[in-house]
């Protein structure tokens, strides 16, 4: 499907990205039915950004599947006039992209691993050196329920505070970033770095943990200079994974 006529090259772009990264999610089986959300930016002055019509399944997401909303929550989108979205989606997501205009894209899941770190008290751990991409540069929001209070939201900012990543406790995991490959890079780490504790946990043996020092220096080695290429690199070579699908993803 090419662009509709009446809508920019850069909103029709994100879609495609964004829908792209709804099925990738899906691949690297991130999913949890129907219930998590992953939102894009559209830049331009409204600060509108794209989210998941409520109830289509990740592995089938379409540019034209999702919703333009404002910061309110209020749906901008004359092709959905009717369509439904998340409402604790809205909470999370609008708050972030309200606060953290640098983080463009964000992505929320409920994997088993995620949720199984989130209700461990002492939250990640660093086991693993992708564990270690995180050390100093992890936030943890305390569990309040299902998110549907606007009221929350000043507290899921102020604990966020600059990080791109966050364990919501008792809950699951949320990363961010400024590109939907920086997104994705985050959310595909730290997925794995749960996964990983989770393991080495249940296998009931002592475990080696680094020194501070060599924590610092790793958590510093993934944000030197040229990492963005690198990211990029891995997003590119995912979306060979389901290259096949372009075309459906792009409609």
């Not at 080695?221 to 590119?236: H, N, S, T």
Request: charge should be negative.
């Amino acid at each position: 499907m090419s662009k509709p006529t009446d809508m920019s090259e850069i909103e029709w772009r994100s879609r495609c990205d964004l829908a792209a990264l709804y099925r990738l999610i899906a691949c690297y089986r991130m999913t949890d039915l129907i219930d998590t959300h992953i939102t894009l930016s559209v830049p331009g002055p409204q600060r509108h950004f794209l989210i998941n019509r409520y109830g289509v399944a990740f592995e089938k997401m379409r540019a034209s599947d999702l919703i333009l909303i404002d910061l309110q929550g209020n749906n901008v989108d004359s092709r959905h006039a009717e369509g439904r979205v998340n409402a604790a989606g809205f909470v999370i997501h609008s708050a972030i992209h309200e606060a953290r205009p640098d983080l463009h894209c964000i992505v929320h899941t409920h994997t088993a691993a995620g949720m199984a770190v989130a209700a461990q008290r002492d939250g990640l751990l660093p086991l693993t050196q992708h564990a270690l991409k995180f050390y100093g540069n992890l936030a943890y929001h305390t569990y309040e329920g299902i998110a549907l209070s606007l009221q929350e939201r000043e507290r899921l900012v102020a604990d966020l505070g600059s990080h791109n990543a966050m364990i919501l406790r008792n809950h699951g995991l949320l990363a961010a970033g400024n590109s939907v490959a920086a997104a994705f890079h985050e959310i595909y780490f730290l997925e794995r770095a749960c996964q990983a504790q989770i393991q080495a946990l249940s296998a009931g043996v002592a475990l080696s943990i680094p020194d501070e020092a060599v924590c610092l220096h790793t958590a510093a080695q993934f944000r030197r200079d040229g990492i963005d290429g690198i990211i990029d690199l891995a997003w590119e070579a995912a979306l060979s994974l389901i290259d096949e699908q372009r075309a459906e993803w792009c409609q």
